[in-house]
């Protein structure tokens, strides 16, 4: 069965974006583009809100025809990878989307269950509001923060104030020349967790 991993990338103080929807400081060298490249060509499919899916669409497609852009660079070997991927947006508004592209109006839980039993490579998730919804319905199995140097102050949150507490158990972490660290969660499901050296009460 496919696993849905959510993968996002947050400031120290846990943001995805500043005001205005600002990324700016977001430290995405080749190194880290290499490696972002090699997780999502490994994936079955991308799973993605409205507004990300848009900000993606607006950009990938046509990136690597431009005539200034290295052939055999990390974006322009990226924006291969994302126009062959399929990809799911989940959206009530949006009445048409190209480039391999499925549009999701609701998340029900049957239907995501239903496409993590199709084959294939697992499939990630973005967007704070998708995640929350995902979190929501006990829906995400692995969790990748991509935690960049900085403090935004202010933002969107990647977890904007869920009401559960939601073990994890650390896979892996890796930091990047850049700074940028990786922190590769598995959730921790009910029947696994045990307290320190308590016997859990029924």
């Known amino acids: 069965m496919r696993k849905i991993v959510l993968m996002m990338s947050t400031s120290l ?115 704070a509001d998708l995640a929350a919804a995902f979190l929501h319905h006990d829906l995400v199995d692995e969790i990748r923060v991509y935690v960049h140097p900085v403090l935004v102050g202010r933002g969107t949150p990647l977890f904007p104030h869920p009401d559960t507490m939601t073990p994890l158990t650390l896979l892996d972490s890796h930091t990047f020349g850049n700074g940028v660290v990786l922190l590769h969660y598995q959730r921790a499901r009910e029947e696994a967790v045990q307290t320190d050296g308590e016997t859990p009460v029924p």
């Open 13 to 127: 103080d846990g943001y995805i974006e500043g005001p205005d929807r600002d990324i700016s400081w977001h430290r995405v060298d080749e190194e880290l583009h290499r490696h972002m490249n090699d997780v999502v060509r490994g994936l079955g499919g991308l799973l993605s809100g409205r507004v990300t899916h848009e900000l993606m669409a607006g950009f990938w497609p046509t990136y690597d025809s431009g005539p200034d852009v290295d052939p055999d660079g990390a974006m322009a070997e990226f924006a291969g990878i994302w126009r062959q991927i399929p990809k799911y947006v989940y959206s009530r508004t949006l009445r048409h989307a190209d480039w391999n592209t499925v549009i999701v109006r609701e998340v029900v839980p049957d239907e995501v269950r239903a496409l993590t039993r199709q084959p294939g490579g697992d499939l990630g998730l973005s967007g």
